[in-house]
């Protein structure tokens, strides 16, 4: 672990000793809060963490390799006003300190990385939101930067600390945007405007100039209490280049989930289907899809976990750094797809001290990865082999305040009853 990794850890322990005291209240099943239940004012704020250690076995041409590193250190705050008619949501991410080099992940892509996760901007999220009750429902606006209305919950706030190979079809982060919702009983849409492009590096706040040339739709059906079901449409105007003029995005998905305590633990899963199609002046060039399916158990603090997902990816030239690809990409940049199975296990034992958790776990990965077009791109030359063994060691840190999900909001904030709160 380097010295920016060292004075992170440092800095982040000495927040939880100072937020000793701190824990949310009056939350809700989702990590919002219920309007009638809150409070004229309320704010908290908490820290995450994952020390975490990674072995992977072939990654280039049949070696190994073993790193570690903090990941996903994070800050998190809230402040809602007028009994939560207003509210706000904050994340500050310190990846680009301790993940420069991306953490390793077979299968992993974005951002200018292939098989490391990119570290995510420091300002993840920034969003203030207004919420109205009215007659059968309620309407809402946000504001500010984020997650648009696209997809499924940011894979930090679920169980497995290695995001899954559809981040970036199944997610849309970081960008500034504008959304505006309607609750009417069960049924909850949204509609977003937002900048298209993609953070080019940790620094990146966002094209003010390119406000409002992408959009995103959700809706969210809750017909009974613990499942969740969701359809969301996208299109996104040229990502991967900054100044616009590249291939552009088509984005649909899908899901449901379900959480619920029983009687011999809380249940969680989660099933989601994607597909993103690059256009280019009008006519469609690449299509990748996933589906994914992940479950979870809480008995007594042990959580046991489980995924399968199968995933395509597009292959780019890698650059004289094999895990770096070139950033931004211009048109024509896609080499070949390939297609991974991956089943993943896990298991984590949490303790709670009054406002902090404790979770250590283990984690591992089988994948299988195959080339689907007949392009350039030899996965077998390139690994080794076909099949690629990861494992993981590390624990999960929370102080404070944490919500239970991340990356909706208002009358979107709604969800069944979490089993990873703290």
Same mark, same amino acid.
């Given at each position: 672990?380097?010295?920016?990794?060292?004075? /992170?850890?440092?800095?982040?322990?000495?927040?939880?000793?100072?937020?000793?005291?701190?824990?949310?209240?009056?939350?809700?099943?989702?990590?919002?809060?219920?309007?009638?239940?809150?409070?004229? #004012?309320?704010?908290?704020?908490?820290?995450?963490?994952?020390?975490?250690?990674?072995?992977?076995?072939?990654?280039?041409?049949?070696?190994?390799?073993?790193? +570690?590193?903090?990941?996903?250190?994070?800050?998190?705050?809230?402040?809602?006003? %007028?009994?939560? +008619? %207003?509210?706000?949501?904050?994340?500050?991410? *310190?990846?680009?300190?301790?993940?420069?080099?991306?953490?390793?992940? +077979? =299968?992993?892509?974005?951002?200018?990385?292939?098989?490391?996760?990119?570290?995510?901007?420091?300002?993840?999220?920034?969003?203030?939101?207004?919420?109205?009750?009215?007659?059968?429902?309620?309407?809402?606006?946000?504001?500010?930067?984020? #997650?648009?209305?696209?997809?499924?919950?940011?894979?930090?706030?679920?169980?497995?600390?290695?995001?899954?190979?559809?981040?970036?079809?199944?997610?849309?982060?970081?960008?500034?945007?504008? /959304?505006?919702?309607?609750?009417?009983?069960?049924?909850?849409?949204?509609?977003? *405007?937002?900048?298209?492009?993609?953070?080019?590096?940790?620094?990146?706040?966002?094209? %003010?100039?390119?406000?409002?040339?992408?959009?995103?739709?959700?809706?969210?059906? *809750?017909?009974?209490?613990?499942?969740?079901?969701?359809?969301?449409?996208?299109?996104?105007? $040229?990502?991967?280049?900054?100044?616009?003029?590249?291939?552009?995005?088509?984005?649909? $998905?899908?899901?449901?989930?379900?959480?619920?305590?029983?009687?011999?633990?809380?249940?969680?899963?989660?099933?989601?289907?994607?597909?993103?199609?690059?256009?280019?002046?009008?006519?469609?060039? #690449?299509?990748?899809?996933?589906?994914?399916?992940?479950?979870?158990?809480?008995?007594?603090?042990?959580?046991?976990?489980?995924?399968?997902?199968?995933?395509?990816?597009?292959?780019?030239?890698?650059?004289?750094?094999?895990?770096?690809?070139?950033?931004?990409?211009?048109?024509?940049?896609?080499?070949? /797809?390939?297609?991974?199975?991956?089943? $993943?296990?896990?298991?984590?034992?949490?303790?709670?001290?009054?406002?902090?958790?404790?979770?250590?776990?283990?984690? =591992?990965?089988?994948?299988?990865?195959?080339?689907?077009? =007949?392009? %350039?791109?030899?996965?077998?030359?390139?690994?080794?082999?076909?099949?690629?063994?990861?494992?993981?060691?590390? +624990?999960?840190?929370?102080?404070?305040?944490?919500?239970?999900?991340?990356?909706?909001?208002?009358?979107?904030?709604?969800?069944?009853?979490?089993?990873?709160?703290?």
């Amino acid at each position: 672990m380097n010295r920016s990794c060292f004075r /992170i850890t440092i800095a982040l322990a000495a927040m939880i000793v100072l937020m000793g005291g701190e824990s949310a209240t009056a939350q809700h099943a989702g990590g919002h809060d219920a309007p009638a239940a809150e409070p004229a #004012f309320r704010a908290a704020v908490g820290a995450h963490a994952v020390p975490l250690g990674t072995h992977i076995t072939p990654i280039v041409v049949g070696s190994s390799k073993t790193e +570690a590193y903090l990941t996903q250190p994070t800050l998190l705050g809230m402040a809602s006003a %007028l009994g939560g +008619a %207003l509210r706000l949501d904050a994340a500050v991410s *310190l990846e680009g300190l301790t993940l420069k080099r991306g953490e390793l992940g +077979a =299968g992993a892509h974005g951002e200018g990385y292939a098989d490391r996760r990119h570290p995510h901007t420091y300002l993840h999220e920034l969003m203030l939101t207004a919420r109205q009750r009215v007659a059968g429902g309620a309407i809402s606006i946000a504001a500010g930067r984020g #997650f648009v209305p696209f997809g499924t919950d940011d894979p930090m706030m679920r169980p497995f600390v290695k995001f899954p190979v559809n981040h970036h079809l199944g997610q849309v982060l970081e960008r500034l945007t504008l /959304i505006a919702g309607i609750s009417i009983g069960p049924v909850i849409m949204e509609a977003g *405007l937002f900048n298209g492009n993609e953070p080019l590096d940790a620094t990146d706040t966002g094209s %003010l100039d390119r406000i409002g040339d992408s959009w995103a739709g959700r809706v969210t059906l *809750l017909p009974v209490s613990g499942i969740e079901l969701h359809a969301s449409h996208a299109w996104i105007e $040229s990502p991967e280049l900054p100044v616009g003029g590249g291939w552009d995005q088509r984005k649909w $998905s899908a899901s449901a989930r379900y959480e619920r305590e029983h009687e011999f633990g809380a249940v969680y899963a989660l099933a989601e289907w994607n597909r993103t199609t690059q256009v280019d002046a009008g006519s469609d060039v #690449f299509s990748f899809g996933s589906v994914l399916a992940e479950a979870a158990l809480d008995l007594n603090g042990w959580r046991p976990a489980l995924r399968l997902e199968r995933a395509e990816r597009p292959e780019e030239d890698r650059l004289a750094d094999r895990f770096r690809t070139p950033w931004p990409h211009a048109g024509g940049h896609v080499l070949g /797809i390939t297609e991974w199975t991956i089943a $993943s296990a896990r298991v984590e034992r949490a303790t709670t001290f009054r406002s902090f958790a404790i979770a250590p776990f283990i984690e =591992g990965s089988v994948s299988n990865v195959t080339e689907t077009t =007949g392009g %350039l791109f030899d996965p077998r030359e390139f690994y080794g082999s076909e099949t690629i063994w990861t494992v993981s060691l590390g +624990a999960r840190l929370r102080a404070g305040w944490h919500p239970a999900r991340m990356g909706r909001y208002g009358v979107a904030a709604t969800a069944v009853a979490p089993i990873h709160e703290h």
